[in-house]
């Protein structure tokens, strides 16, 4: 492994990482977790189990409510021209995880008006 990542540019030691923190089974622990007794950091996503700890399920429930956007909420976004954050409402949710349709108000005070629609 430490010669195939030298010889293809990686570093050696962040390949050693990844391969001590990666499990063998999904039920034998990592190297690592076995010698620590911990999940260790890596740079690969790993997602914790952890069912009963009442402090990790407060935690969890919080996130999945706090995200969550209802239709016709005010929400902001930022303006890609100005690059300020304007306000706007969700039109709609997407049923990609934390995706929203939304719309700003159509012309204000410090915006340009729409521009006129002719029938064709």
Known sequence: MIWKAEKEGFDYE???????TSTVDHKIPSP????????????????????NDPVIQQLQHRQDTMHKKCH????RVLDQKSKKWVPATVSRVCLEPRSY????????ATSEPPPPQFDS
């Open 14 to 20: 962040l390949a050693l990482q990844v391969f001590r």
């Open 32 to 51: 690592d977790e076995l010698l620590h007794g911990r999940k260790m950091q890596s740079n690969l996503p790993v997602k914790i189990h952890h069912s």
């Open 72 to 75: 016709e909420q005010q929400i």
């Open 101 to 108: 349709d939304s719309h700003t108000r159509q012309c204000d």
